[in-house]
């Protein structure tokens, strides 16, 4: 095929759906600003709103009401804002999500309350190619519980093997939860949730899904899917800030039975009882532990309410046509120069970024930045490319792989 030119993405930008979204965001000025910015799946870039309304949080509700704010509605944003990610994102109904927390701390809350709903089983499973903090907390997690930890095969095949053979080596009958990525940090592969899911309940395990990559880029129907539990981040996708609080979902199902390994007192039943004895709530607020983290929290609300209003469906559409553009120019343009596009060609099997493969993916990535092309590097090959559907051009895709291409041809 022939390259798309400049004037082609700029006609693409202008007849795109989501055009007015990018306004609402702060794009930056000045000797700053990024000629593109392609690392929105790793910091989401900031809502106007979010400004606005951190500031009111601050100066009114903090300065001015104090600890009124608590009472006026501070108390009950971990689970108004989980049922706003709920249905904006996750297919999810009222009452099954909160926020709160990171999803390191949510990954380990809800590992323990899922193996916690199988007693009489032995073994967690996970993907040894999965993020750090997965794997490190499943053998945490583990360790303290005193069961083994099963890796599935190692490599891109993982989790196909899943659907091909179930919970093989076996594992299958000692399994008591999976924890798994539903769209791969690195690759972008985007997991057959409902597959996996039913075959990890074939075996009678509990699945668990990290959703950090796919929360905001891809749709999930974790209800219709029949998910157990899931967790993820809001500064990704969903353009709630550095360190924003985590989403944790947990079917409302297996609400009674459900166990919080750091049960707190605003996870009780009665908060203010300051009960000798530890109650949990009865639905999924027995899976808060803390004090809600109000500043992080209205910042979930303002960046997931921009993804609710455009459609997950619309910004899936969006994230097919930005990754397809870049595999085209990545194949046209860098494949003489040994680079191979790392994620997968089919679009319905990738989230919204894509991973470009090269031996010097390190230099490629820091010089790059310098270029005012903001990816991240990935080891020990990766260039990591995030195309973040509400704030990301057609232009930028183009001026990235455009300056990747007289990069590798020299000065
Ligand atoms: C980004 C990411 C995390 C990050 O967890 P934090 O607690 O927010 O640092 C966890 N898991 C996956 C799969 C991620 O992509």
Known sequence: MTAPTLDDVLAKDAADPLRSFRNRFIIGDGADDPVAYLDGNSLGRLPKATAERLRDVVEREWGSRLIRSWADGWLGLPERVGDLVGSAVLG???GQVVVADSTTVN???AVHAAATLRPDRRVLVADPTDF???RYLVESVADQRGLKVGWLADGAGALDTVLDRGLDRGLGDNAAAVLLSAVDYRTAAFADVPAITAVVHEAGAVMVWDLSHAAGSVPLLLDADEVDLAVGCTYKYLNAGP???AYLYAARRHHERLDNALPGWIGADDVFAMADRYVPAP???RMLSGSPYVLGLV??????GLVAEAGIEQVRAKGIALTELLVALADDWLASYGVEVASPRDPERRGAHVVLRHPDAHRIDHE???RGVIGDYRNPDLWRLGLSPLT???EEVWLAMQATREWFAGP
């Open 368 to 370: 790059l930045a310098a």
């Open 299 to 304: 910042a979930v609300e303002e960046g997931v």
């Open 283 to 285: 639905g999924i607020r």
């Open 132 to 134: 750090p903090t997965d």
């Open 392 to 394: 990301t051009s057609y």
């Open 243 to 245: 360190g924003a609080p």
């Open 92 to 94: 999810a109904a009222p």
């Open 107 to 109: 990954i380990a809350k």
